[in-house]
């Protein structure tokens, strides 16, 4: 083996990625420099924000550059080593990118033991998106036993968190998500009050009278990872000293410059400002990113109750390098069921 | 004296107010009742608030019923008093209306000690809007010494008291006002390090061109009390991690039902959103009615730093209770200098 495969930008998209804005190079296996690791991917992630990372716009991170590799964070098997934390045969996460092999500085990569889960955990529950959906609600969200919480993308591995660690305070928790299947998921897997399927709506009056009805006590929480249609019918729920974390916007990201004019013809600000200020919200941006510091926590926490089976999680696996773009174009249109991840 | 006057709500407005939205009108003088006490007033206030109690719109309170007098806070001497903690040449403050003398339960006033400055000083700098001033910065805004805060109204009792409180702990302090004369104030009366007046710049990006070039390090705290413009030229200067204590938005105030579609037809919430995510601001709502339970601390601290001189205050004062819809609705756009009061 002497060659390797990664998926790279090959032009930036308008609107909606398309497959030719992906192309599958081939490259020569790297040779691991001091402190570096060499590692063969089994699985590695798709995950919303890489579409984020696909503009040139300027963000909390810098874009992918042009024929750059794909970002993802993988997991695989260290098959060299020059850093004396890790050795051939041991399992690491790191951020590899789109890409069959990944050679890192060892310091930038976190050791997994197989024994203690599914190696693609990793990847979702107890990775990235799982501690978003941990720290934005213990931190930002202040659950109450008793309060309500809604979520959206419900089945998703940041609104599946957010749902079972607010049903296990207490709370009141209603999921929305895309189509009856992902609606029961939510209800019968990860144990949700109720589940709305946002297709159901024709728009956002509609969503909002069968939120008013699932919701009686009004909405405390409101967990932000998808905006749009459902920001739009929860913001009139919301109660007093209501919390929203806010993490994420998927039904704006395809709009190329992220967040320019992709709503109607009516100045929504205003609105949104009387709400928040009638209704004394609190509205917090966040990027997971700022809180690794937390990690460590998280996993102590949390850990125990996926192993205990307490957290459930669903993975959606595109198998095959190649197949990453169509997995990842599907997800943004909420295609996918559960953590997105490609397997190698 | 067996009369007294009063200004009702003659008809709500559409848009900005004008004359005959408001009639003054002569009543017998009430005869206080069990645990009342009855006050002839000095001196009322004008605050921005009282644009939405004329709208029938849902809000965190009533609005003022049509034929009903405006609502305000008002400080006077008490004339005739059935309860115990009253007596005959008192003075009190009490939301006893646009009026020329009051009538309410003696549990609802505060009494006023003329020995510790002027008592217009409890109808702004050591009142309501000071007050909110007070509790907005110190508790949402979590100013640091070395940070940067920009506020609109600057040479208004809410924006003068929150500039002055961040100069005192070591923040640079940028204003926003309207005419060279309130900017003047705002850097020689109020200590702020610039002001800028918002009539000099065409748009919100020559506005914030310029306070950009006041800003160096960017904003920190955005203490919002004008929205619109003002609001569109700071949100891109916002630091990562920075606050937005949200207490009122006159720009929008004359729109009818305040917050609907008074941006242009482009819709601004998802520009937004997307800052408040990649920027993780902090966006709080409140409405100064929910804090009164610290109004004792605020005087505590506040107090003596007006009582010397440390904390300077300003007031504008209409003479007359038939003048007070014309200082109230020049007022609404701008048209006061300092605390808006009507003295009788």
Redesign the interface.
């Known amino acids: 083996m002497t060659e390797m495969q990664h998926i790279v930008l090959a032009r930036r998209p308008e609107g909606a990625p398309v497959a030719e804005d992906f192309r599958l190079e081939t490259a020569p296996l790297p040779v691991p420099g001091d402190g570096e690791v060499l590692v063969k991917l089994s699985h590695f992630s798709l995950d919303p924000y890489m579409r984020g990372r696909m503009d040139d716009a300027k963000?909390?991170a810098a874009p992918v550059p042009l024929n750059g590799t794909m970002e993802a964070g993988g997991v695989g098997e260290v098959i060299a080593s020059n850093h004396p934390g890790f050795a051939p045969g041991d399992i690491a996460f790191g951020m590899f990118g789109w890409a069959s092999h990944g050679c890192l500085p060892g310091k930038e990569l976190r050791k997994l033991d197989p024994a203690h889960g599914p190696v693609t955990a990793a990847l979702g529950v107890l990775g990235m998106p799982g501690f978003t959906g941990w720290a934005g609600l213990m931190e930002y969200g202040r659950p109450k036993a008793g309060e309500t919480l809604v979520v959206a993308a419900a089945t998703g591995p940041v609104g599946s968190m957010v749902g079972q660690l607010a049903k296990s305070l207490g709370l009141r928790v209603i999921g929305i998500a895309g189509g009856a299947e992902k609606c029961q998921m939510a209800v019968e897997t990860f144990g949700f009050d109720a589940c709305l399927d946002h297709r159901a709506y024709d728009d956002a009056k509609a969503l909002r009278a069968a939120l008013a009805d699932a919701c009686p006590d009004g909405i405390d929480i409101y967990f932000e990872n998808v905006?749009g249609k459902v920001?739009e019918a929860v913001l009139p729920l919301m109660n007093?000293g209501g919390r929203i974390p806010?993490?994420?916007?998927i039904a704006?990201y395809n709009?190329g410059a992220?967040?320019?004019?992709?709503?109607?013809?009516?100045?929504?600000?205003?609105?949104?400002?009387?709400?928040?200020?009638?209704?004394?919200?609190?509205?917090?941006?966040?990027?997971i990113t700022?809180h690794f510091h937390r990690f460590g926590d998280f996993l102590k926490q949390v850990g125990p109750k996926v192993a205990g089976g307490d957290i459930r999680f669903v993975e959606d696996v595109a198998v095959g390098l190649e197949n990453a773009p169509a997995a990842f174009m599907a997800m943004l249109g909420g295609g996918n069921t559960g953590k997105q991840i490609v397997a190698l």
């Open positions: 963000s909390y905006a920001l007093v806010l993490c994420g916007m704006w709009a992220l967040g320019a004019n992709q709503g109607g013809e009516v100045d929504q600000l205003p609105k949104l400002w009387r709400t928040i200020l009638v209704k004394r919200l609190h509205v917090h941006g966040f990027i700022d």
